[in-house]
C-alpha cells in the first residue's frame, strides 16, 4: 500500500516538503511553516489542488456560512445559493456539517479541485 498523496517532510532536509502523488516524489518546496524564498513565489501547484485557501473557507463557513459565502468563495455557486435559501430551514445543521466537510479538508472549489491548503 503507498501513502497518500501529499507533502511529506525530507528527513535529510527538514526545512524542504516534496509532494508525493502516490507513485513518485513530483515537487519540492520549503517547509510551510517557514519563510517561503522568493524564488518559489511561482511555483506551479500540484494537479488537483486548489488554490483556495482551506482558512478562509473555514472562517467565511463559520461566521457566514447561513449566507453561503463560504461556497462563494470556493467557486461552489449553485451550493452557495441553495444555502442561501434552504440554510434558515434547516436550523443551520446543513450549515454546519459542510463547514465541518471544509476542516476537514473534503470541499473542493468550482473546477473541482480539493481545498487542502492552510493558508
Partial sequence: MSAAPG???DPSNP???HWWDGNAYTHSRPRQDSPMPAAYVGMPRPAGVSPKSRTVASILGFFLGGLGVHRFYLGNI??????IFVGPFTGYIW???DWIIVLAGS???????AVTRWE
Wanted: glycine letters at 18%; zero cysteines.
Fill in 78 to 83: 449553485g451550493l452557495g445559493v441553495a444555502l
Fill in 107 to 113: 470541499a473542493h472549489d468550482g473546477e473541482g479541485h
Fill in 95 to 97: 450549515n454546519l456539517i
Fill in 7 to 9: 507533502w511529506y517532510l
Fill in 15 to 17: 526545512t524542504t516538503e
